[in-house]
């Protein structure tokens, strides 16, 4: 019996696996989606469970079932609790949306002639209407449909719910066995390129934050200055939009809009196509300032990513994949940015990693008696080899 396979036996082989594991993950695309939206929810309670884990002599078993469970608590309580405090400010928000959608039904029954031409909406009126019934104010025609969906959508949410726990309380295995696979000679080198994608992902994490509280904060307070009704809702809208770039926050502002046109301003005289204006000079000063200034500077250099690429990668992602494309394209592309340069200088025989000089050693540590062939090595200060 043959200790080893041949090579033709192993190609083979592996062939036959690729081209089975691509039509498998092909049939169970759609249950892929929701182990995607499990992952990336874990990937957001991992910091919590990490800084926990590491300043407690707790287990990670442990950890991991106080922190789930506890964020389930707070998912699940916090609608009843803030219940009466937004309900006021959501009623007037979607009255108001409502009251919007008839006037401009109404309005555009009506033909408009205008500098001697002869327009007609009807053609919109009915767009608006169906809109207007299937998202403003839903009335299923069919219950079993209503049954199909609802119960679909509540398998769904059990299976991201129980996968995030699993995720979460077996993710260190799972990340060695997955580096285990791998040949023992590069197993140190797909460690650090593991760590490297991690990094991407947590800086992309706190700049998202950060942008979201902020735009949050920052509208909530304009259009209560302004005396927008139901300005704490539409700046949180504002903030939490901010998770889908360049789209998000342009839906926050029709909104925002939309409520001006109807109520006005609950102070400044003014008529409501004034306080639309108004509203919408408010909202380009701020978002030209954040485009220009704040994202990049929360953002940081972490994500070397034009703005350009990543207003056309986002539309891309939400045409096909809606908001969880757009969600994840933007740290997807850093991370394939990443693991284009570890390729990269791979191919072309250079050291796996470009050199990061964080720190300066002393001149004692550089060894320069090397010979012609061999690399500076130097130490930084957490004793981590690194190349000249």
Do not use: C
Request: glycine share 6%; proline share 5%.
């Amino acid at each position: 019996m043959k200790e080893r396979w041949s090579s033709s036996a192993r190609y083979l082989t592996l062939t036959l696996f690729v081209i089975f594991l691509a039509l498998f993950l092909w049939y169970v695309r759609t249950i892929i989606q929701y182990l995607v939206m499990a992952a990336f929810v874990a990937y957001l309670i991992s910091p919590i469970v990490t800084y926990i884990d590491q300043r407690t002599r707790l287990t990670r078993f442990w950890v991991v079932n106080i922190v789930y469970f506890t964020l389930l608590l707070l998912i699940i309580a916090a609608p009843v609790g803030l219940a009466p405090f937004f309900y006021g400010e959501v009623s007037r928000v979607v009255r108001d949306l409502m009251q919007l959608a008839i006037q401009l039904e109404q309005w555009g029954s009506q033909p408009v002639e205008l500098l001697g031409f002869h327009f007609e909406f009807a053609g919109l009126v009915d767009g608006l209407s169906e809109f207007q019934g299937e998202f403003l104010a839903p009335l299923p025609k069919q219950v079993w449909n209503l049954l199909e969906s609802t119960s679909r959508g509540a398998l769904s949410f059990v299976v991201v719910v129980i996968s995030t726990y699993f995720l979460l309380a077996d993710w260190p295995h799972m990340r060695d066995w997955l580096i285990s696979l791998f040949p023992e000679d590069y197993q140190e080198e797909v460690t650090e390129l593991y760590r490297r994608l991690k990094q991407v992902w947590m800086s992309y994490l706190r700049s998202q934050i950060v942008l979201m509280v902020l735009v949050g904060v920052v509208f909530s307070i304009a259009w209560s200055v302004l005396g927008i009704s139901g300005a704490v809702v539409l700046g949180g809208i504002a903030g939490l939009f901010t998770l889908v770039p360049e789209i998000g926050p342009f839906i926050a502002l029709l909104l925002t809009m939309g409520v001006a046109l109807l109520e006005g301003s609950s102070w400044i005289a003014l008529p409501h196509y004034w306080i639309v204006f108004i509203v919408l000079v408010v909202y380009l000063a701020f978002m030209i300032t954040y485009g220009l200034k704040i994202r990049p500077m929360v953002m940081g250099r972490s994500l070397r990513l034009n703005e350009g690429l990543v207003f056309i990668a986002i539309i891309l992602a939400t045409m096909r994949w809606g908001l969880l494309g757009a969600l994840l394209v933007v740290p997807v592309i850093a991370s394939l940015a990443v693991v284009g340069e570890y390729l990269r200088r791979r191919i072309i025989g250079l050291p796996p990693f470009a050199a990061r000089l964080l720190f300066t050693p002393p001149p004692e540590e550089v060894d320069l008696a090397l010979e012609p062939e061999q690399e500076i090595i130097t130490k930084n200060k957490d004793g981590e080899v690194e190349y000249e």
